[in-house]
């Protein structure tokens, strides 16, 4: 599903440079759900953001769906993130002018789509937003918001989506629902999902547990229980 | 240290009408750490809004430091946020123009007041934002602003602390820091925090959990351990 070979991602220069990559080599296998788990700081949300081709990296190679990121131009890289890729942002980047269920169908609507109407219904039941659906993200609880962002990003079931830090504002009853959901999206749709987590009773649910620090990877664990 | 008594807030009116307070009494008491916890969308955030006088309930008193908020103008209500309260936003809330070190020194610039060196000092180390103080906020990492809304509540010395899920994009270390941190600023300085949290870990810092569920207090613990 995703490649990532060397990837460094630096910010600013000399003395105030951060290398918030550091030569980063792994595989996000298909049909897996992956946990990418790590300190605070340690470049789990810049590894995303580069495999999503929402940032270019510094150094280094995403090949994504067998195709190479850097080979594409901006205007194929945004289809490839329109059609192929489904993100949940840790501050959710809601838009505040559009409802609930127009912010969850705007990816779809903007690449003239319509989402598979039983799909939508079990994405927007299983995140439990059935009666917020008309509210403004400002009318919403801080985990209402983030089951929004969620639900944006598995309507158009894409093949492969990032989720950094899907669960982090919700108890853990809704946490469980928006887990299962990811969970079963991987075992029966085909999905490829990789999680960025703080919890290990989020990482319980995945295939593979990646831990970076300081913009490296570390280790790794294979079929992880809380 | 607190005291609330019917307090209802609701939002919209007839069929889109939502009840996110619906009568709550409670105290918070001083010198103590309080949890809240509950299901998302059970009025957490509105409650901590409404005892911090960032908005204004529907019905009901809430009494802060002997003052009943409703007897306050305006101006008399930002003089006390600003003196008295301590206030995280589960959003963090940082002004995207200006560093770590100027968003954490932002109230008491405004209120002409400097900070306690060794207490700042104290809260900048334990936040382990030290070789951050210098960045804005789209220049650090999620848990790192969130850490950065940590410290600029806390600098001050509020005499009490309302702070809305501060750990909840934080790994278990740096979590654990901020929350010795919270608790240390009780048992030492004599603060009194109220924190909502949805981590059992959290709340096993904590003297006494309030449950909320649909608006309502319905349980309370006392010494809870996680
Ligand atoms: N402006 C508003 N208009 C309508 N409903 C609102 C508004 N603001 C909040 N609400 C609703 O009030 C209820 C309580 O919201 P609140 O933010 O207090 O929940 P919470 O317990 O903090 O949830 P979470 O754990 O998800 O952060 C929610 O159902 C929310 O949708
Ligand atoms: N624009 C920028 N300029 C300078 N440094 C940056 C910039 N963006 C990110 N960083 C730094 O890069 C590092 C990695 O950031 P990243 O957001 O990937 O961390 P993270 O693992 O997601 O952390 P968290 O768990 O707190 O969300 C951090 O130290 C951060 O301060
Ligand atoms: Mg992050
Ligand atoms: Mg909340």
């Not at 599903?1 to 595989?27: F, H, I, M, P």
């Not at 810049?46 to 090949?63: E, I, K, N, S, Y």
């Not at 594409?72 to 289809?79: I, V, Y």
Request: hydrophobic share 40%; charged share 25%.
């Amino acid at each position: 599903a995703a490649q990532v070979r060397g990837l460094t991602k630096v910010y600013g220069s000399g003395q105030a440079e951060v290398r918030a990559l550091d030569g980063v080599t792994l595989d996000f296998h298909e049909r897996q759900f992956t946990a990418v788990m790590g300190p605070s700081g340690s470049g789990k949300s810049t590894l995303m953001h580069c495999c999503a081709a929402l940032d270019r990296a510094t150094d280094g190679t995403v090949v994504v769906g067998g195709t190479d990121l850097a080979s594409l131009k901006d205007k194929q890289l945004t289809r490839l993130r329109r059609d192929r890729i489904g993100f949940v942002f840790q501050s959710f980047n809601l838009v505040p002018t559009l409802t609930a269920r127009e912010n969850i169908l705007l990816p779809m609507s903007i690449a003239g789509r319509k989402p598979d109407q039983e799909w939508y219904d079990l994405v927007i039941d299983t995140v439990g937003l059935a009666d917020r659906l008309d509210h403004r993200p400002n009318e919403l609880s801080g985990g209402q918001q983030q089951r929004v962002a969620v639900a944006r990003a598995l309507v158009s079931r894409p093949s492969i989506v990032f989720a950094d830090e899907p669960t982090g504002n919700l108890d853990s009853r809704s946490g469980a629902e928006v887990l299962s959901l990811l969970k079963r999206s991987v075992d029966e749709f085909g999905q490829t999902v990789v999680m960025v987590t703080h919890d290990p009773v989020a990482a319980g649910y995945t295939d593979r547990v990646v831990f970076l620090a300081d913009g490296k990877v570390v280790d790794e664990l294979r079929q992880p229980t809380a």
